[in-house]
C-alpha cells in the first residue's frame, strides 16, 4: 500500500511562486508516474501536470510556461515548481501516483493554494 503527503500548499500573492511536493511512501511498490491534479470551488478535477519515471511530461494549456513539474525517482518524490500564479489557480492541489504493474493509481489529501492580494 501507498501513502502520498502533501506539502507547500498556501497563500500567495499574484505573481508570486509556490512548490509543492508529495513524497509516496510504504512498501514493496513501484511508481510509473506522479502527477498533480486540481479542484477549484464548484469546478471539476483537472490535471495540472504528471511526469513519468522515465521523464515524460505533459501539462495543462493553461500552466504551460509557469509551472515545471519533476521527479527524484529514488525518494519517490515529486514537485511542483508554481510560478507567476493567477488567482485562477486556486484551488485544492492534489498528488496522484500510478504504480506498476497493477497501474492503480493513489491519491493524496490535497493540499490548498490560493492566489490572492
Known amino acids: 500500500q501507498v501513502q502520498l503527503v502533501e506539502s507547500g500548499g498556501g497563500l500567495v500573492q499574484p505573481g508570486g511562486s509556490l512548490t509543492l511536493s508529495c513524497t509516496a511512501s510504504g512498501s514493496g511498490f513501484n511508481i510509473y508516474s506522479m502527477g498533480w491534479y486540481r479542484q477549484a470551488p464548484g469546478e471539476q478535477r483537472e490535471l495540472v501536470a504528471r511526469?513519468?519515471?522515465?521523464?515524460?511530461?505533459n501539462y495543462a494549456d493553461s500552466v504551460k510556461g509557469r509551472f515545471t513539474i519533476s521527479r527524484d525517482n529514488a525518494k519517490n518524490t515529486v514537485s511542483l515548481h508554481m510560478n507567476s500564479l493567477k488567482p485562477e489557480d486556486t484551488a485544492v492541489y492534489l498528488c496522484?501516483?500510478?504504480?506498476?504493474?497493477?497501474?492503480?493509481?493513489?491519491w493524496g489529501q490535497g493540499t490548498q493554494v490560493t492566489v490572492s492580494s
Open positions: 496522484n501516483a500510478k504504480l506498476v504493474p497493477t497501474l492503480v493509481n493513489y
Open positions: 511526469i513519468s519515471s522515465g521523464g515524460s511530461t
